[in-house]
């Protein structure tokens, strides 16, 4: 059973760097066609992905986001983490880490981390 928990700060003030971790049990975040990645949900809206860090190691982001987002991963803690500069009070938010698969054919999320509120505040 995969399982996926995130951790970091629940309080950021505006200007500074979200940072976030996702430790992964159950399976390594190496293994092929695995794409892990952070999603949110703000108040009152839908989830927004935000970017993922591929089982290879390349990242992709979304693209209005990708200017102030960085996630990189340390395998030998199974760990992916996720950067988000210049925060404003809009990026607060549930933050989630969650699995992707996609090995050629439909892409589906199928495990995720219980999720993280993160809230923008000085």
């Known amino acids: 059973q995969v399982q996926l928990q995130e951790s970091g700060p629940g309080l950021v003030k505006p200007s500074q760097t979200l940072s976030l971790t996702c430790t992964v049990s159950?399976?390594?975040?190496?293994?092929?066609?695995?794409?892990w990645s952070w999603i949110r949900q703000s108040p009152g809206k839908g989830l927004e992905w935000i970017g993922y860090i591929a089982y290879s190691g390349g990242p992709y982001y979304k693209p209005s986001l990708k200017s102030r987002t960085s996630i990189s991963r340390d395998t030998s803690k199974n760990q992916f983490t996720l950067q988000l500069s210049s925060v404003t009070p809009e990026d607060t938010a549930v933050y989630y880490c969650?699995?992707?698969?996609?090995?050629?054919?439909?892409?589906?999320?199928?495990?995720w981390g219980q999720g993280t509120h993160v809230t923008v505040s000085s």
């Open positions: 969650v699995r992707l698969v996609y090995s050629g054919g439909p892409r589906y999320f199928d495990y």
């Open positions: 159950g399976g390594s975040i190496t293994t092929n066609n695995y794409y």
